[in-house]
């Protein structure tokens, strides 16, 4: 299937590592001109080099000023507009696992909104005008299957994911006839280089594969397998995200695209 995003612009936060390293990749192996973001230069600068993108654009989009310069960053980097616009930078930012949400502090709920909701209302602002006057443009929330299933993540982190989704679903609402579609897609639990950091340090064996990481992982319940039988790769939401950016997916708009494994047991 030709996707047609060739020379499409197309900016992926948190694209340093893990699943948007995955995404920016495979956006820049269908042609589109990509910029790779993150608080890291030289990290940045590697993938950047490493699948050929355009630029990098470099900036903590947990400030209102730092989503300026990446936005501006991104806009010369690519020599135009953002077509693509992928929100993908976030994370947990204050680890609250286990811990029930009154006992969460109400500076952690304020952290995690601006590590997980923020930078995308921040960027959408700066990114949709020239989207809309284009009559053409792609925004995609990366979000997590704990916004609609909350699990032991930390309530502060997911109640910040289901805010994200509640925004995306606005503003394709507000987006009437432009041409400009928003969409969230909602990983389950991906393998990306910190979880088998993490799982290699837990197993005290820096020489485990990922499967035997994933395998002792869910023996030990630190979660459940999916009802795929395995994690997910940055390649699974990869490959959804560019479907989504793609000029064939225009009848797309204001969805949740779970892509867990199976993970969240629902109808819809
Ligand atoms: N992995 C999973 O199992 C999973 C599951 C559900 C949802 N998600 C979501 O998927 C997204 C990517 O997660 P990941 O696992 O791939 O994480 P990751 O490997 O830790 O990568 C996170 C990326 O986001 C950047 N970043 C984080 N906070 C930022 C901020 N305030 N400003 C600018 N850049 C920031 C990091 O840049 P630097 O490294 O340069 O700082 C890095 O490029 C996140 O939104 C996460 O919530 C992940």
């Known amino acids: 299937m030709d996707l047609s995003l060739g020379g499409r612009r197309a900016l992926v936060t948190g694209s340093s590592s893990g699943i948007g390293e995955g995404i ?3 956006l820049a192996a269908e042609g589109a001109r990509v910029v790779v973001h993150g608080r890291n230069r030289d990290r940045a600068e590697g993938v950047a080099a490493a699948i050929g993108a355009a630029g990098v654009a470099i900036g903590d989009l947990s400030s ?3 989503a ?9 980097a690519l020599g135009g507009a953002i077509d693509i616009l992928v929100n993908n930078a976030g994370g947990s930012s204050t680890g609250n696992t286990s811990k029930a949400p009154i006992d969460i502090p109400v500076a952690d709920w304020v952290s ?5 909701m923020l930078p995308a209302v921040r960027l959408c602002r700066l990114a949709v005008p020239d ?3 284009a009559g053409w443009g792609r925004v995609i929330n990366v979000s997590s299957a704990v916004a609609v299933q909350p699990n032991n993540l930390g309530a502060d982190y997911s109640g910040a994911k289901a805010a994200l989704n509640n925004f995306t679903v606005s503003l394709a609402g507000s987006l009437k006839g432009v041409g400009v579609t928003a969409n969230i897609v909602s990983p389950g639990i991906i393998m990306v280089d910190g979880l088998l950091r993490f799982g290699r340090r837990k197993f005290g064996d820096a020489t485990l594969s990922i499967e035997q990481v994933t ?11 999916p009802p795929a039988g395995r994690l997910g790769t940055p390649e699974d939401l990869a490959a959804v995200v560019c479907l989504l ?7 797309v708009t204001g969805a949740n695209y779970r892509v867990d494994g199976g993970q ?3 109808l819809n």
Request: proline share 2%; no cysteine; aromatic share 6%.
């Open 64 to 66: 209102d000023a730092g």
């Open 131 to 133: 989207m809309v006057a």
């Open 24 to 26: 920016a990749r495979m």
């Open 68 to 76: 300026v310069a990446v936005h501006d960053a991104a806009r010369e």
């Open 215 to 225: 395998q002792r992982l869910a023996a030990e319940k630190v979660f459940d397998l």
């Open 112 to 116: 995690n909104y601006h590590a997980n």
């Open 245 to 251: 950016a793609s000029p064939l997916s225009g009848f």
């Open 264 to 266: 969240v047991r629902s």
